[in-house]
């Protein structure tokens, strides 16, 4: 089993290997050799499992020993999770918008987005329009963004003519990827229990500010 150092006493699971035995052929009078081959064994934890290694100036155990020395497991960690930035910092490409709203190394921001309400902008790179809406009520910025995430356009009559999703189209199965070009984030977030009326006036004032009714994507 190796296992690399990951700061003080902690060790990170790299890899288990099986020992075929040696290879005489290749042995020297300073060196023995040995067949290792990639195991299996732990591999789903290769990367995340991290032990407690109580004496970091000795770099190895023996295996007939080993069951003696307390080594405890301190976490089993995803190594690639995405930390949430704050939702000041949240800049989401639409496909990577796709992969928070699945993939579990986005877990931080699924929970973070869930629990408030609030303004949102989504901008086309491809001319820098851009359409302000809202996520109010139950729905939260999670749950609105999903919809966005399934079908790129949510249901906005502007983003829905850019995917080529006129009613007519959608009825017969047309679809474009445009929304590949939309980028998301957040002007400004409310608690659950912020009144609609709130959110409202809030989503009046940026899509004024942005001048997104006169040119850019909003409808009304």
């Known amino acids: 089993m190796i296992l690399i150092a990951d ?5 990170r699971l790299w890899g288990v290997f099986e020992n075929r035995g040696e290879v005489t052929a290749e042995r020297t009078e300073t ?29 190895h155990r023996r295996g007939s020993s080993a069951s003696a020395v307390r080594m405890p497991v301190l976490e089993i960690a995803d190594r690639d999770k995405v930390p949430f ?14 992969d928070m709203v699945e993939d579990s190394r986005y877990a931080d921001w699924r929970a973070a987005l869930s629990e408030v309400q609030g303004i949102y902008l989504i901008t086309d790179s491809t001319n820098g329009k851009q359409y302000v ?20 356009h949510g249901g906005n009559v502007a983003l829905r003519e850019l995917a080529g999703q006129s009613a007519a189209g959608e009825a017969a199965g047309t679809k474009t ?13 409310f608690g659950p229990s912020t009144p609609s009326s709130e959110v409202n006036s809030a989503e009046s004032h940026y899509k004024a500010a942005l001048m997104t009714r006169t040119f850019g994507l909003n409808r009304n």
């Open 7 to 11: 700061g003080k006493k902690r060790s």
């Open 31 to 59: 060196d023995r050799c040995f067949d290792l081959r990639p195991s299996e064994f732990l591999a789903p934890l290769n990367d995340r499992l991290v032990v407690e290694w109580n004496n970091p100036r000795s770099w």
């Open 85 to 98: 930035p704050g939702f000041d910092g949240v800049l989401l490409p639409y496909h990577q918008l796709r």
């Open 133 to 152: 809406g809202k996520a109010d009520g139950a729905e939260r910025i999670l749950g609105r963004w999903t919809t966005y995430a399934r079908d790129g």
């Open 177 to 189: 990827d445009h929304a590949r070009h939309f980028v998301f984030s957040l002007l400004r977030v």
